[in-house]
């Protein structure tokens, strides 16, 4: 049979890859398909179409794409499709009977550990045999109502699991391989809204039994190390991706590594360099250092709250004080790290968001993201709020009330301001959260090469002051929330659509500053010679060199670093002050239609549409406005893409302001008298807030722009009875004229 496997692809799918060699084994052929944007599911339904597979396979592992992959499943049944349509992955998984009962086309859902069921699912499809004897599966039963067949346990030996097809050349970073792999499932951890967590308690509580937290052997991942790194033909990253790669002890961790190492050793492979995720609690001052002898060069380390008293609220324990020892440990080793914040959860206080701020503060050379906790389907936060409170949206999607109202304001606020700085697509967050990462790769690939240190430090002042303005900017708004008459609904709509502007207008100088160091980093690794007499152009370079990283949303003029290195002048202390200045006065206009192309309501972007990325388009992530960009030299691709992961389908209460806010795009092209902008999507009376660079006449839901350089900034806040939106554009991101 014939069987195409339809998933994201940021960074090489693993999972669809290891189920593509499973199919080729079982004497199928199997293609995999990259979905990473809403424009792509055209593209997907035709060439599923055009192929006609006998199976059609979708990878739906995160809650936030569930929509984008339910209408794809949707859209292929409207044009025709009578394959077997299958799922699999955590979301899926956890809400199998609320997938089932909907009318969107599936026939099958994979469970769990999804290996063997995949292999007899395909089996029992060829030989015609009912799929009701395939253990593993959730399908519909002899009365139509969802079912699930017997369990099945977890694997207990990885090893068995064959290595994944590599459908596609590896990114780069830096003009580095970087290459993913799997050396381990599962955690220990018992934090409440963690979906990880929640998939294998349902799979051992359905199937069986297995452990949490199971491993492949040291030789068996050195194996297949050996041999990417062999077929790349030059040193690489090796990215883990395990839900934990530091164990809760350092002698396992030390004992796991150096046996991996060893087996690298045995098979001739030379020089590479390590990513992985770890929580705080298992790293030490000795075992950073050592993991760096070993070649760590990045490590994501799960902080996720700032405040003893958030850490608790999300079942991480009491972690204050090994938060702080794991960072100070990988920053004197020399390990990047980067970190997200779920400042917001149902309990969060304003003095608990106080603690945040002042824990971004105190390590603010280490990138940051930050936004609330959300429900994902089945964790125990989930079923902790559904008994307390009546949460918004469904199965694919809920809101919830934070208990207190401040806090909840001030998350209003800042979900509404931030959201183009944490989540937009080449957002200031999604970029800068990879300088520390690209600067070590620099460091760690070519220590011989003169200029080589001075890029982390370089990289390490504008991530501190990046970090720090967030910081300012997120104080602001907590002061605010802390005074204001909760009833001032215009007051508070005011100071939105202000701080959203003047956020938007720091942004474009951070962007200026960040342009400026990844060209020198860009400039720097497209000159290294390479290892292994491999070399390559300038341009093939830009192909996939690192851009930032993303998940998941100051100080003042003394943020620079302390570090005398003769670099303190790489960026300005703080972008040009717009505080006191009001907002320009708004236009108020009349709804449009809505879109005639997109129905489904997307999140806020700063109109920037899919970027050239060297004939990867697979591999971008992309942004959702119709601009087409120009093919200019450095447009280069992010490392990971942090996504806002709250639900877009179902507003907030409405007894507080900012309840539903407007999900708009930004447009532009070239015309007659410069650049013609609209915004798209507005469907409700607003008032209309424009303000840039360079000259520009507002028309209301139009305007007409002419920059003076490519780095001139547009930005327009969006003000309706419901909410605000802020999104803005760059000179340099509209296509030429022709």
């Known amino acids: 049979m014939r069987v195409d496997l339809i998933g994201a692809d940021f960074e090489e799918n693993l999972a669809l890859g290891i189920l593509a060699e499973v199919a080729t084994r079982g004497g199928h052929e199997a293609r995999v398909l990259a979905f990473n944007r809403p424009s792509d599911e055209a593209r997907l339904v035709g060439q599923v179409m055009q192929a006609q597979p006998e199976v059609v396979g979708l990878s739906m592992q995160f809650q936030h794409r569930i929509g984008e992959f339910l209408r794809l499943a949707e859209a292929l049944r409207r044009e025709g499709y009578r394959g077997h349509i299958t799922c699999g992955g955590q979301f899926p998984s956890l809400a199998d009977a609320e997938l089932l009962a909907a009318d969107h086309g599936l026939d099958s859902i994979v469970l769990h550990d999804g290996e063997d069921t995949f292999a007899e699912l395909l089996q029992a499809l060829g030989e015609g045999r009912p799929l009701g004897e395939v253990p593993g599966l959730a399908l519909h039963g002899p009365d139509g109502a969802p079912m699930r067949t017997a369990g099945r346990r977890l694997i207990d030996d990885l090893d068995a699991i064959p290595f994944p097809q590599r459908y596609r050349q590896h990114t780069r970073h830096m003009n580095v391989p970087f290459i993913p792999i799997m050396g381990s499932r599962g955690c220990w951890g ?20 297995g452990k949490l937290l199971r491993m492949r052997s040291p030789d068996n991942i050195a194996e297949e190390v050996a041999e990417l790194c062999a077929d790349a033909g030059e040193p690489a990253i090796i990215c883990f991706h395990d839900d934990n790669f530091v164990l809760p002890r350092p002698d396992a961790t030390l004992e796991r590594v150096r046996a991996i190492r060893a087996g690298l050793d045995a098979r001739g492979t030379g020089h590479i360099g390590i990513v992985g995720k770890a929580r705080p609690d298992t790293i030490t001052p000795e075992l950073a250092q050592e993991l760096a002898e070993l070649g760590v060069i990045r490590l994501y380390v799960g902080v996720e709250n700032g405040s003893a008293r958030g850490g608790e609220h999300l079942r991480r324990g009491t972690q204050q004080r090994a938060v702080r020892e794991a960072l100070a440990s990988c920053r004197a080793a020399g390990i990047f790290v980067c970190y997200n914040l779920l400042i917001f959860e149902p309990d969060a206080r304003l003095q608990d968001v106080r603690e945040n701020i002042a824990f971004i503060r105190d390590h603010a050379d280490h990138p940051v993201n930050f936004c609330r906790a959300e429900p994902y389907f089945g964790t125990p936060l989930h079923r902790d709020l559904e008994g307390v409170q009546d949460l918004g949206g469904d199965y694919t999607g809920f809101n919830y009330r934070i208990e207190d109202p401040r806090t ?56 501190r002051l990046i970090s720090l303005d967030s910081a300012r900017f997120l104080e602001r708004a907590l002061d605010f929330a802390t005074d204001v008459d909760l009833r001032d609904r215009a007051g508070i709509e005011d100071f939105g659509v202000e701080l959203g502007l003047e956020i938007a207008q720091a942004d474009n100088h951070w962007h200026g500053a960040l342009d400026d160091l990844y060209e020198a980093m860009c400039d720097f690794a497209a000159d290294a010679p390479e290892p292994r007499g491999n070399a390559r152009t300038g341009s093939q370079l830009t192909r996939g060199v690192a851009l930032g990283i993303s998940l998941a949303l100051s100080a003042g003029c003394n943020a620079l ?63 959702t406005s119709s601009l087409e960009q120009p093919a200019g030299p450095r447009r280069l691709k992010l490392i990971d893409q942090w996504a806002d992961t709250s639900p877009t389908g179902t507003g907030r209460r409405a007894d507080m302001p900012l309840h539903r806010p407007p999900r708009i795009r930004l447009k532009a092209q070239h015309g007659a008298d410069g650049i013609e902008l609209s915004i798209d999507g507005l469907l409700e009376r607003a008032q209309v807030y424009w303000a840039g660079d360079g000259w520009l006449q507002d028309e209301g839901m139009t305007a007409r722009w002419r920059p003076t350089t490519e780095r001139d900034h547009v930005r327009v806040a969006v003000r309706t009875a419901s909410g605000i939106a802020v999104v803005s554009l760059r000179a340099s991101q509209v296509a030429p004229r022709g």
């Open 190 to 209: 018992r934090c409440n809204y963690c979906s990880i967590v929640a998939f294998y308690n349902d799979a051992r509580h359905e199937g069986g039994g």
């Open 408 to 463: 909840e304001l001030l998350f209003r606020l800042s979900a509404a301001a931030f959201y183009e700085r944490n989540f937009a697509d080449r957002g200031v967050a999604n970029r800068y959260l990879g300088l520390g990462y690209s600067a070590n790769i620099l460091r760690h690939f070519h220590p011989e090469r003169a200029g080589a240190e001075q890029f982390q430090a370089r990289a390490r002042k504008l991530t």
């Open 561 to 623: 670093d302390d570090n005398n290195d003769g670099h303190t002048n790489v960026v300005d202390p703080v972008p040009p002050p717009m505080h006191g200045d009001p907002p320009p006065p708004p236009t108020v206009v009349d709804p449009v239609p809505p879109p005639l192309v997109d129905p489904v309501p997307e999140p806020i972007d700063a109109g920037v549409a899919d970027e050239d990325d060297g004939g990867l388009a697979d591999d971008d992530a992309g942004a």
